[in-house]
Structure formats: structure tokens, C-alpha cells
């Protein structure tokens, strides 16, 4: 990664993402890490009609929108300071986590090669602090057995965004309702203050009867469309 080294690494379990999409946002001008099998994980999801799926759906166009500020390898600057990487590693730690991973199921497959990645990390990044977050308990202690710092996502994320899960009202003219049913979102408009997947009901300025429910992802700045209220 170009440039000085952010103060901390944290490196995110699946489980954080798929409690708070907005994990990523939550560790104020640190660089937060994704190992590959983490995206993966998330990629399971995706399909799920839960709020699991619909927590993975939005970590994808997160991941997806910051992609497109450079590489995801090297580190894409985040909108509050940090950064965000996507972690590979060539070693999968297979001897040194065999004797805490006997019961070798897919799931702690999955997780020996993420915590794997974060070891790795450590190893190569020895002047700043490389922190595993996860909200696995049996996966905190595992991870300090093999030497590296493991915390609880609820107990040390940084200036996490707010979720609001209310409801308010939004006046936009017709053509960008139309826009709303022809895209499924629009960029939310300049000055107008909403927060972090409120849900509103948008009328037309021109004739209130024309309305469509939408939710705010501000995050990702723009208003979207609910076609499915599972989604």
C-alpha cells in the first residue's frame, strides 16, 4: 500500500459484515481488511431472502463502489479517511491451525483461512497493530492462542454510522420518480438530510397521489426503490 501506514489493520470476520454492512465505515481513518474468503462468504449469502441476504446484497455494492476508487489490493481510500483492502495470502496455515481446527467442517474451513490471512498480515506488518474483529467467541480465543490480537466487533468499532430504521416523507418531481421505476434508485438530493437506511415515502412534488417507497443508502448516496419488501 502506497503512502504511510494507517494507525491499525482490522481485519473483519464474515459475522461482522453480515451484523453491520456498514462495519466497514466504522473504524475512523484506519485501514480496514477483507481477506478474499471473506467476499466469498458474503457471496453465499447474496440469495438469502433473510437480513442476513440483505446485509450481504449491501456489503456487495459497497465493496463494488468503492472498488472503482482504485485497486481493492493495494487499498481504496474509504469517504471517512480509512481505507479499505482486500487480503490474499498464499498460506493457509494448515499445520500451525490444525490443532484448533480438528473438526475440519466447511465452515471452519472457511474460517482456519481467514484468520490465516489475518496471521499473515501480522507477520508482514510488525510496526502497526494488526486487529482481528469477529464476533465469534470460541474464534477470539483461537486466534489469541496463535498469537494474534482478536476483538469483539460491539466492543471496539469506531465511529460506527448510525442505522436508523424510521420512516420519513420526500418530495421529488416526476421525472425522477419515473427515473425511480425505470432504475430502481436515484442520487438522494443535494441538501436534503436523511439517514442511513431510513425508509421514506416519496410523492411527486406535482401530484401526491403518485408516491413509491424507498429507502436512503447514504452510504452509497442514493435513494433506492423497494420492489420486494424482503429485499
Known amino acids: 500500500m502506497q503512502g504511510r501506514p494507517m494507525k491499525k489493520y482490522f481485519v473483519l470476520d464474515t459475522n461482522v459484515l453480515l451484523h453491520d454492512p456498514n462495519a466497514i465505515l466504522g473504524f475512523a481513518d484506519n485501514t480496514v481488511c477483507l481477506p478474499i474468503y471473506v467476499i466469498e462468504e458474503i457471496d453465499t449469502f447474496k440469495k438469502d431472502l433473510s437480513e442476513l441476504g440483505q446485509n450481504a446484497r449491501q456489503v456487495s455494492r459497497l465493496v463494488d463502489k468503492f472498488r472503482a476508487g482504485g485497486n481493492l489490493r493495494d487499498g481504496v481510500p474509504l ?37 490465516g490471512t489475518a496471521i499473515d498480515l501480522a507477520r508482514r506488518e510488525k510496526d502497526t497493530p494488526v486487529i482481528f474483529v469477529t464476533k ?44 425511480l421505476f425505470a432504475g430502481g434508485s436515484v ?5 436534503v438530510s436523511v439517514l442511513e437506511n431510513q ?11 403518485q408516491s413509491v417507497l424507498a429507502r436512503c443508502l447514504v452510504s452509497e448516496g442514493v435513494i433506492q426503490r423497494i420492489v420486494d419488501l424482503r429485499d
Open 79 to 115: 469517504p471517512n479517511g480509512g481505507t479499505l483492502m482486500v487480503l490474499f495470502t498464499t498460506n493457509d496455515h494448515r499445520r500451525e491451525l490444525a490443532e484448533y481446527h480438528k473438526d475440519l467442517s466447511i465452515s471452519h474451513q472457511m474460517d482456519r483461512l481467514i484468520m
Open 136 to 179: 465469534d467467541t470460541n474464534l477470539r480465543i483461537r486466534a489469541e492462542v496463535m498469537g494474534l490480537k482478536a476483538v469483539d466487533y460491539d466492543k471496539e468499532r469506531k465511529e460506527v454510522s448510525q442505522v436508523y430504521t424510521g420512516t420519513g416523507e420526500l418530495l421529488l418531481s416526476g421525472e425522477e420518480i419515473s427515473r
Open 187 to 191: 442520487p438522494i438530493p443535494a441538501g
Open 199 to 209: 425508509y421514506v415515502l416519496i410523492r411527486n412534488v406535482a401530484n401526491s397521489s
